[in-house]
């Protein structure tokens, strides 16, 4: 039986940089608007599915759902000090990039297990517009092994933070829509997880559209 809830350390270095640092980054800095976030549930397991086009990203959409959201990492970040343990606090698993991670697969589903919130980028890394052309399915696959709701996530704007040879981030203005709850796939067939995959997908895709 999962806790329904985070552990209390991670809920503390959750508020403590939501308040001090993403929300205001987010309001004021990038003059952020956020759609939906009523429709997340703030109990229970949850996959959180968004579209990815910045460094920015993780913080934001954990920002606008209330909730921490452990997201995986790069693995060679938790081997720099301090910094390695505060993201294991927050919620973060890492992952060897470039290789199907089992250790990650098991770290996302023990999080689900225990009544966290786990993001997961759809394209599986950055596109150059926001759009999910390419999605993977494995978002889907841990909804299905989970039985965890997932709620899709437009962010738009991000991929203007930062741009080429600019190493401080842009006042740009960022929105953020968060779609209906979607049902996870009943099984693990491949056929099913494509077609909740490319739901999700087209529902980020529409909301993206309608911009600003």
């Not at 199907?100 to 098991?106: F, L």
């Not at 759809?122 to 909804?143: N, S």
């Amino acid at each position: 039986m999962g806790r329904n809830r985070e552990p209390a350390m991670s809920l503390f270095l959750y508020h403590g940089f939501k308040w001090s640092v993403v929300s205001p980054v987010l309001h004021l800095y990038l003059r952020g608007r956020i759609y939906g976030a009523e429709q997340v549930p703030q109990q229970g397991p949850l996959l959180v599915v968004s579209n990815h086009a910045s460094d920015f990203d993780p913080p934001i959409v954990s920002n606008c759902m209330q909730r921490p959201v452990a997201f995986m990492a790069k693995q060679e970040l938790f081997q720099v000090p301090v910094l390695g343990t505060l993201i294991r606090w927050y919620g973060a698993y890492p992952v060897k990039r470039g290789t199907g991670d089992r250790a990650a697969i098991r770290a996302a589903l023990d999080s689900l297990a225990n009544g966290w919130a786990v993001g997961v980028f759809l394209t599986g890394t950055r596109t150059p517009d926001g759009r999910v052309t390419e999605p993977k399915l494995g978002a889907a696959l841990l909804a299905a092994k989970a039985q965890a709701p997932i709620v899709p996530v437009s962010l738009w704007g991000t991929q203007e933070i930062v741009t080429k040879g600019k190493r401080v981030p842009r006042p740009v203005p960022v929105t953020i829509r968060i779609g209906e709850l979607i049902q996870p796939p009943p099984s693990t067939d491949r056929a099913q997880l494509a077609t909740v995959t490319q739901h999700c997908a087209d529902i980020i895709n529409k909301l993206h559209a309608l911009g600003r």
